[in-house]
C-alpha cells in the first residue's frame, strides 16, 4: 500500500504550481504520512484509518483555498483584461437582446394597462421570458467577441468555464422554477386588466387561471407527463 | 512557539484548537509572504518514507509586530494580558 496522500500529491503536482506545491501542498501531505507512520509502529490501526480520513478532509480545505485564490487573485493581468471584457461584453449583449424581445409585448401591453404599476409590473414579469433566450445569446456572443484573437492561459480558461457553467445553473433555475411564476402572473395580470376594460365585470375578484405547460416548474411538468403516462398505460390495458 | 522551530501539526496543538489542520499551512503560507515567519524543510531520517516535513519559526521581524501587537491588545483588552 503507498504511503497516505501519493495519490492526492501527484493529482495536485498536475494543478499547481511549484510554489503552492512546496508551501501548502506537501507540509499537509508530509505531516499525515509521520503521523501515520507513528499511528502504525504503535500498532493503533484506528488512528492510523482515522490519520488518513482527517489528513484528507485538510488536503481538500487547502484544495479549496489554492482554487479560491487561483479565480480571485492569480489571473495573469493582461487575462484578467480579456475575463472582464467578456464580462463586460456579455453583460451589454444580454442586456439589449433582453429589451428587444421584450419590447413588441410591452409596445403591445401599453395601450391595455391602466397605470403606470401595471405596466411595470408586467414589464417585470416578462423578464424572465426574455431572459432565458437573452442569456444563453448574449453569453455566446461575450465569449466569442471577448476571446477573439486572444492567446487565453489554462487558468483563464478555467475561470471561464466557471462563469459559462454559473450561468448555465442559473439559466436552469430561470427556466424551471422562475419563468413558470412569472408567466403565470403576467397571464393573471393581462386578464385582470382586460376584466377592467369590460363594463360590468368584477375585476377584485382572485383570478385563478388553470396552468399551460408553459406555466409549470421541472417539478409540475414531471407530475403532469407521469399522470398523462399512467392514463395511457391504464388505457391501453383495459383496450 | 517564540524560540523554537515548530511543524504545522504541533502548532495545531500548541494553539489548543485556534489552528486548524486544514487550514494552518495556508496561515503560516501568509506569514511567510509577509515576512512574519520562516521556514525550511526538516532533515528525514533515512529509514522513514515519506516526505520531509516542514518546519517554521518566526522571524526577527515577525517577533517584533508579534510584541507590537500585544502591547496594543494589552491596552485595549486587558483580558489579553492573562
Given at each position: 500500500m503507498s504511503a497516505p496522500g501519493t495519490r492526492l500529491r501527484a493529482l495536485a503536482n498536475r494543478f499547481c504550481s511549484r510554489q503552492t506545491m512546496e508551501r501548502l501542498i506537501d507540509?499537509?501531505?508530509?505531516?499525515?504520512?509521520?503521523?501515520?507512520?507513528?499511528?502504525?509502529?504503535?500498532?493503533?490501526?484506528?488512528r492510523a484509518r482515522w490519520v488518513r480520513v482527517s489528513g484528507c478532509l485538510a488536503f481538500s480545505k487547502v484544495?479549496?483555498?489554492?482554487?479560491?485564490?487561483?479565480?480571485?487573485?492569480?489571473?495573469?493581468?493582461?487575462?484578467?483584461?480579456?475575463?472582464?471584457?467578456?464580462?463586460?461584453?456579455?453583460?451589454?449583449?444580454?442586456t439589449l437582446l433582453t429589451a428587444l424581445l421584450a419590447a413588441p409585448q410591452l409596445w403591445q401591453q401599453s395601450t391595455q394597462t391602466s397605470s403606470v404599476a401595471a405596466f411595470a409590473l408586467l414589464a417585470l414579469y416578462l423578464l424572465p421570458q426574455a431572459l432565458a433566450i437573452?442569456?444563453?445569446?448574449?453569453?455566446?456572443?461575450?465569449?466569442?467577441?471577448?476571446?477573439?484573437?486572444?492567446?487565453?492561459?489554462?487558468?483563464?480558461?478555467?475561470?471561464?468555464v466557471v462563469l459559462v457553467a454559473?450561468?448555465?445553473?442559473?439559466?436552469?433555475?430561470?427556466?424551471?422554477?422562475?419563468?413558470?411564476a412569472a408567466n403565470q402572473a403576467f397571464r393573471e395580470l393581462s386578464y385582470r386588466q382586460i376584466l377592467l376594460h369590460r363594463p360590468g365585470a368584477d375585476y377584485?375578484?382572485?383570478?385563478?387561471?388553470?396552468?399551460?405547460?408553459?406555466?409549470?416548474?421541472?417539478?409540475?411538468?414531471?407530475?403532469?407527463t407521469s399522470i398523462s403516462f399512467t392514463s395511457a398505460w391504464r388505457w391501453r390495458r383495459r383496450h | 512557539v517564540d524560540e523554537s522551530e515548530l511543524y504545522g501539526l504541533q502548532l495545531v496543538a500548541a494553539s489548543k484548537g485556534r489552528l486548524k489542520r486544514g487550514t494552518v499551512y495556508v496561515t503560516l503560507g501568509r506569514m511567510e509572504e509577509k515576512g512574519f515567519v520562516s521556514s525550511r524543510l526538516e532533515d528525514a531520517p533515512a529509514?522513514?518514507?515519506?516526505?520531509?516535513?516542514r518546519i517554521y519559526k518566526p522571524t526577527p521581524f515577525g517577533k517584533r509586530v508579534l510584541a507590537a501587537y500585544a502591547q496594543?491588545?494589552?491596552?485595549?483588552?486587558?483580558?489579553?494580558?492573562?
Open positions: 507540509p499537509v501531505i508530509a505531516d499525515q504520512q509521520h503521523e501515520y507512520a507513528d499511528a502504525v509502529r504503535g500498532g493503533d490501526a484506528w484544495a479549496v483555498v489554492i482554487i479560491g485564490r487561483a479565480l480571485t487573485q492569480d489571473a495573469v493581468t493582461e487575462d484578467r483584461g480579456t475575463i472582464g471584457r467578456t464580462i463586460r461584453i456579455a453583460g451589454v449583449a444580454t437573452g442569456l444563453p445569446m448574449g453569453l455566446v456572443f461575450g465569449v466569442l467577441c471577448g476571446l477573439r484573437g486572444r492567446t487565453t492561459a489554462p487558468r483563464s480558461w478555467a475561470i471561464m454559473a450561468s448555465s445553473i442559473a439559466a436552469l433555475g430561470l427556466l424551471g422554477w422562475l419563468l413558470p377584485r375578484q382572485p383570478i385563478l387561471l388553470k396552468r399551460g405547460f408553459n406555466e409549470l416548474t421541472i417539478t409540475g411538468c414531471f407530475q403532469r | 529509514d522513514e518514507g515519506g516526505l520531509p516535513r496594543v491588545a494589552r491596552r485595549l483588552n486587558p483580558e489579553f494580558a492573562r
